[in-house]
């Protein structure tokens, strides 16, 4: 049996960066080695090297990284779930699940869908849409807080059959509508 030892060194090097940067240790990938073959290390060294260079962003450009306001505790004395949801929901993402009446054509909810994230927009209200199931549609809201106005335009519309918040369903006029004309049938 042959038993082969393969010894691979990579060259740590410091970089000399400007006074105030800490210093920063970076492997050098091999330089004849396929991507596909890369480790984790070599992947974090390509990184440092392109990284290197640049300038910090802004806090305001790091649109995912952007850190809530702290939150101030005495402004939780509210007399709602929607209120206290309000507050702490600012500045957070949040979405808001619409399911539509089973007799509507997917073109259809797509059509109102647009028409909703036209209004959305119009009123200040940053949504972005897509189909999670064929009758369902998830609207996220980068300021959390505007999901219950959202919230309160979606009820008041005919063609809602459920809608999820916070892991609360509300019934909408389609479901109401349904089960109304069912016991008006018994």
Not at 87 to 94: G, L, V
Not at 176 to 182: I, P, Q
Request: charged content about 30%; glycine content about 4%.
């Amino acid at each position: 049996m042959l038993v082969f030892c393969l010894t691979i060194t990579t060259a740590v090097e410091v970089e000399e960066m400007p006074a105030g940067h800490p210093q920063v240790y970076t492997m050098k990938p091999p330089v004849n080695k396929h991507p596909r073959d890369y480790t984790d290390a070599d992947l974090q060294g390509l990184f440092d090297q392109w990284e290197a260079n640049d300038d910090p962003l802004d806090p305001d450009e790091i649109e995912g990284w952007r850190k809530p306001p702290p939150l101030d505790l005495n402004l939780l004395k509210v007399h709602t779930s929607e209120q206290a949801s309000r507050i702490i929901k600012k500045d957070r993402e949040m979405k808001l699940f619409v399911k539509f009446d089973p007799k509507m054509s997917r073109a259809e909810i797509d059509d109102l869908t647009n028409i909703w994230l036209m209004r959305f927009f119009n009123n200040h209200i940053i949504s972005k849409r897509r189909f999670s199931q064929e009758k369902e549609v998830e609207f996220l809201f980068i300021e959390g807080s505007q999901a219950w106005d959202a919230y309160h335009f979606v009820m008041d519309q005919d063609e809602v059959y459920e809608v999820m918040l916070e892991g609360n369903k509300y019934k909408g006029k389609a479901q109401l509508r349904a089960e109304n004309k069912t016991k008006n049938e018994l």
